[in-house]
C-alpha cells in the first residue's frame, strides 16, 4: 500500500542553529553509497562531531535516515546534513559525540548510541537493553505519534510524556528507562517521508498495536482542549489507513 498525505510545510523546520565547523570539502567516504540501506533508523536530529577518513573532525547538524552495512563490517549511517544541504554518509564508529540540540546535553560514543544509529543493521551487536528493544520495536508508532505531536508547531512535555506511554503500554512490566525514552522523543523530527513509511509499516503491526497508537493520538490531539484542522486530518489519516 502507497501512503500519500499532504502535511504542513511547517511540522518539517529546520533544527535551530549552531556554530558549525566543516572543512571546505567533505572526504570521498562520507558520499553516500549505491547499496540499499537496511532499514530505517530513528529519524532523531542532532548535531555530530565527527571524524572523517583522513581523520579532519567536523561539527555539523544532521538528520539519521537509513543504516547500511560497508566493508570489513562497518556501519554506515546515511544521513541529511544541514549544513552541506544535502545526503552524506557517516561511519559509526567515527562520530566521536552528538549534542542534543534541545536541551544541550552531550553524550559520546557506546553502546546504546550504537544500537539507536543502526537498529537495523545485519551483524550489529546490539546488548540485551529493553529500553532498546523498545525503542527500535516501536519505531512506527513513535514517528507517528511525534508527527501528530508537532502539528502546531510545538512539542510539550505532556505530549512527550503520552508518547513515552505508549511505549510504556506496549512493553507493559519491562524495565524501560524512562528518561532515555523522553531524550529520544524529544529529539525526533521526522519528515513526509517518515510519516508514509511509518503509516505503512503500523498498518501491518498486531491490532494491539494499532489501537494503542490510535488510542494515544485521540490523547495527543484533545491533550489542550481543541482539535486543530491538522490534527483533524492526521486522525482521519491514521484511522483509515489502520482500519481499526
Do not use: K
Not at 35 to 41: I, M, S, T, Y
Not at 62 to 68: A, E, G, H, P
Not at 81 to 89: G, L, N, P, S, V
Not at 110 to 139: K, M, S
Amino acid at each position: 500500500m502507497t501512503v500519500v498525505i499532504s502535511l504542513p510545510a511547517r511540522l518539517f523546520r529546520r533544527p535551530p542553529p549552531m556554530v558549525a565547523r566543516l572543512p571546505s570539502e567533505d572526504a570521498p567516504d562520507m558520499m553516500p553509497g549505491p547499496a540499499p540501506g537496511n532499514g530505517p533508523v530513528l529519524p532523531v536530529v542532532v548535531a555530530i562531531t565527527y571524524r572523517d577518513g583522513l581523520g579532519r573532525e567536523s561539527i555539523r547538524r544532521v538528520r539519521f535516515l537509513r543504516s547500511r552495512m560497508g566493508e570489513a563490517g562497518a556501519v554506515y549511517i546515511e544521513a541529511w546534513c544541514y549544513e552541506r544541504d544535502a545526503m552524506r554518509c557517516f561511519r559509526a564508529d567515527r562520530i566521536v559525540e552528538m549534542i542534543d540540540l534541545q536541551t544541550g546535553e552531550v553524550f559520546r560514543q557506546a553502546p546504546r548510541l550504537r544500537a539507536l544509529l543502526a537498529p537495523h543493521a545485519a551483524g550489529v551487536a546490539i546488548p540485551p537493553d529493553p529500553t532498546d528493544f523498545a525503542i527500535r520495536q516501536y519505531w512506527a508508532g513513535l514517528v507517528l505519534l511525534s508527527v501528530l505531536a508537532r502539528s502546531d508547531g510545538f512539542l510539550s512535555a505532556p505530549e512527550v510524556d503520552v508518547i513515552v506511554d505508549f511505549v510504556c503500554e506496549m512493553e507493559f512490566g519491562a524495565a524501560l528507562d524512562l528518561a532515555a525514552l523522553h531524550a529520544i522523543v524529544g529529539r525526533l523530527m521526522p519528515d513526509r517521508g517518515d510519516f508514509s513509511a511509518a503509516l505503512e509499516e503500523m498498518a501491518r503491526r498486531t491490532g494491539a498495536e494499532r489501537r494503542s497508537v490510535l488510542r494515544h493520538a485521540r490523547i495527543l490531539a484533545e491533550s489542550d482542549g481543541e482539535v486543530t484542522g491538522t490534527e483533524a486530518d492526521i486522525l482521519l489519516d491514521l484511522r483509515a489507513a489502520l482500519q481499526v
